[in-house]
């Protein structure tokens, strides 16, 4: 069993920053694969970024430049450090650790507003 805890959401102005992070509770976090997505108000859930067990990174088109995943296994984390914030980025985010099974954070909230 994963536990995660997500941290760093809050209230920016556009072109603001913020940092992420998600804590991960048991063993073998090297192995798993991760993900953050991100839910806005009436809208489904999107993947913003992956990070594999190898380092791999992607993201969704509308992050790109924007956005970086990347990943501490000695301290079980996952961040996403996000720059130029928009409106538009205005979301509940979540992390997810997927191996055999899959697990989520319980999210936290990021507003990007004037």
């Known amino acids: 069993q994963v536990q995660l805890v997500e941290s760093g959401g809050g209230s920016v102005q556009p072109g603001g920053s913020l940092r992420l992070s998600c804590v991960a509770s048991?063993?073998?976090?090297?192995?798993?694969?991760l993900n953050w997505y991100r839910q806005a108000p009436g809208k489904q859930r999107e993947l913003v970024a992956t990070i594999t067990r190898g380092g791999t990174t992607t993201y969704t088109d509308s992050v790109k430049g924007r956005f970086t995943i990347s990943r501490d296994n000695a301290k079980n984390t996952v961040y996403l450090t996000m720059n130029s914030l928009k409106p538009e980025d205005t979301a509940v985010y979540y992390c997810?650790?997927?191996?055999?099974?899959?697990?989520w954070g319980q999210g936290t909230q990021v507003t990007v507003s004037s």
């Open positions: 048991g063993n073998n976090f090297s192995m798993y694969g």
């Open positions: 997810n650790a997927y191996l055999v099974n899959t697990y």
